[in-house]
């Protein structure tokens, strides 16, 4: 096939469908173009949900009742990000140290909560430690061991994030140059001194987009909480979804609206991820911004 | 005499199999300014990185005003006298090594902030009067990428200062440098050695510097100090032929 069409090929005076449209398309800056065809893909899909008898009333009735369930995500979210940021501080430290036990004991962790699905770790906190507990302990202090579904579910989220952002802190920690923890040492400061007020800050910079990255995906996967039978009280968007679009055998609409808060959620963030990011570049960026 | 500010002695340094410091024996009084040259590979890095413990000796005792620390002790053992030891030792690196992160005037703070007893106020305006001792008291506020190399170095040397050390120890201060902004690095130090008697050590290849400033000279070849003189005596006829070859080629 001619890469480009010949003469013979493109009678000169021939003015068809095609090639208007070829012609108007060239006029139209690239991004209308791209906003055409979400416009194209979500109307085919509305044509399709209605086609199929989508009941808009009953998402009407109901959406608000799941959508206010974001807030469980967003608890759910917040506290599992923050146990995990703070097992991943340590697990990087173990995997930068010279010490045996703290570098052997951070590669277990990371082995493991990388290498298991996530949703059997889910189900090892909330029904497999119990037993653990109950094998191993007496009575009294085993109970402190069976959870609820909802704190099986941080602290099982928070473990296997935790992980992944182990090797990430790490990673962020290694591409600080040598150089900065030397110049903190020459100083003076201690160990500790230089990791926080050196070499960590840094790091941190290095690491934001692929913590929000992980941040983004953990709030999707506070969705597999549930799936251990969270009380009503702790029901989130997909909970929600699958309870009252069960009722009602209405789950297109139920799961519909649940991934649509979802996904409005991770767009928020998204957001707000890009703005700390460019905050962030203070002091890497030569560009003069009028300092305030 | 009063007992020297520094006191090397029987200093080795291997890494691995190469052995890089071969027995080196040095005693600095305070107020002299030590210049130490040689090809590179000859060890005069390594000699200067292991008086701060940069690198950690295979053999030897470093002595830095009246504290000595003898190699072959577990780090973890000795990790507060070597952090003493750091502190009254200050560093300027080839890179600069500024931190990022922080302020001009905030690199300078940073150690006597999170180290020293003094309070906030003193420890700025220390670190405000040696900004105005490199000349950059203007740009307190900037981000060092803000900065030209040789502002950037003079921050450097400002923020080893900060910790009021007893000796200033230069790893090839300027040779990081564009041509053109050597010299006013090279006035700072010129200056704490004239004006200040500041104790130095320094590793450069800047022949005019050392023949204006040194109070003596090192030439170090293949890990040992081969010869040792006053910048005269050294200019006006090294005694061994190596000194004299590789005078030859860097002049």
Redesign the interface.
């Given at each position: 096939m001619p890469l480009a069409p010949t003469d013979e090929a493109v009678p000169q005076q021939r003015h068809g469908l095609a090639q208007s449209l070829e012609l108007f398309s060239l006029k139209l800056p690239f991004r209308v173009k791209v906003a055409a065809v979400w416009l194209v893909i979500g109307g085919l899909l509305l044509a399709g949900f209605l086609k199929s008898g989508f009941d808009i009333a009953w998402m009407g009735d109901h959406a608000f009742a799941i959508a206010k369930a974001v807030w469980v995500t967003i608890a759910f979210s917040v506290i599992a990000i923050s146990l995990a940021v703070g097992l991943a501080l340590l697990g990087a430290q173990g995997r930068v140290s010279r010490n045996p036990i703290a570098y052997g004991i951070s590669g277990f962790y990371t082995s493991f909560f990388r290498g298991t699905p996530l949703i059997v770790q889910l189900f090892l906190w909330y029904l497999a430690l119990p037993q653990l507990a109950l094998g191993l302990l007496p009575e009294q202090y085993a109970t402190w061991f069976i959870w609820p579904a909802q704190v099986a579910g941080i602290v099982g989220i928070a473990f296997n994030y935790g992980a992944y952002m182990t090797e990430i802190f790490r990673s962020g920690i290694e591409a600080v140059p040598h150089g900065q923890a030397e110049a903190a040492a020459a100083l003076g400061m201690s160990p500790g001194q230089q990791m926080r007020r050196i070499i960590l800050p840094q790091a941190t910079r290095i690491v934001i987009p692929a913590t929000g990255n992980e941040f983004i995906a953990m709030m999707k996967d506070t969705a597999l909480i549930g799936l251990l039978g969270t009380t009503l009280f702790w029901a989130d968007p997909f909970r929600m979804a699958q309870l009252s679009g069960k009722a009602d055998f209405r789950n297109l609409e139920a799961l519909i609206a649940a991934a649509l808060v979802y996904w409005g959620l991770t767009a928020v963030f998204s957001f707000f991820q890009r703005k700390l990011e460019e905050r962030m570049s203070k002091g890497y960026v030569r560009q003069v911004k009028n300092a305030a | 005499m009063s007992a020297p500010i520094v006191r090397v002695t029987g200093l080795h340094k291997s890494f691995g199999s190469l052995e890089v410091l071969k027995g080196v024996d040095m005693q600095i009084n305070a107020g002299e300014v030590i210049v130490v040259f040689g090809r590179s590979g000859s060890g005069k890095s390594t000699f200067l990185r292991c008086i701060?413990f940069?690198e950690e000796p295979t053999q030897g005792t470093i002595e830095v005003a009246g504290r000595s620390i003898s190699a072959g002790i577990p780090t973890r053992f000795r990790?507060k006298q070597v952090?003493?030891l750091?502190?009254t030792?200050?560093?300027v690196?080839q890179?600069f090594?500024?931190?990022?992160?922080?302020s001009v005037l905030d690199n300078v703070m940073?150690?006597p902030r999170?180290?020293s007893t003094d309070s906030a106020k003193s420890v700025r305006d220390h670190a405000m009067s040696l900004l105005a001792d490199v000349g950059l008291a203007d740009k307190a506020?900037e981000?060092?990428?803000?900065l030209s190399g040789g502002q950037q170095q003079r921050v450097?040397i400002a923020?080893?200062l900060?910790?009021r050390p007893q000796v200033m120890l230069f790893d090839e201060p300027t040779s990081a440098l564009d041509p053109e902004l050597i010299h006013e690095v090279l006035s700072v130090m010129r200056n704490l050695a004239q004006d200040h008697s500041t104790t130095m050590i320094v590793v450069t290849h800047e022949m005019g510097f050392a023949r204006e400033v040194a109070t003596r000279m090192c030439f170090f070849h293949e890990g040992r100090i081969l010869e040792q003189c006053a910048p005269e005596q050294m200019f006006d006829g090294a005694r061994l032929p190596e000194t004299q070859r590789f005078l030859n080629a860097v002049m």
């Open positions: - | 701060n940069l990790r952090q003493h750091r502190r030792c200050g560093m690196f890179q090594n500024l931190f990022p992160h922080m940073e150690a999170r180290i506020a981000y060092p990428i803000r450097a923020r080893a900060a910790m």
